[in-house]
C-alpha cells in the first residue's frame, strides 16, 4: 500500500497510525507477559 492520499483520509490515517502504534505496543507487551509466564522461550 504505497499510494499515498493526502484528500479525504488525512485524519484517519493519523489516527489509525496512532491507534496502531498504542495497540502495538500494548500486544507486544501481552506477549511478553505471556511468555515469560508460560516459559514459551
Do not use: A, D
Not at 8 to 32: A, E, H, L, M, P
Amino acid at each position: 500500500m504505497s499510494v499515498r492520499k493526502k484528500q479525504g483520509g488525512g485524519s484517519f490515517s493519523c489516527f489509525f497510525r496512532i491507534f496502531y502504534g498504542t495497540f502495538g505496543v500494548f500486544f507486544t507487551f501481552i506477549i511478553q507477559k505471556f511468555v515469560i509466564k508460560t516459559g514459551y522461550i
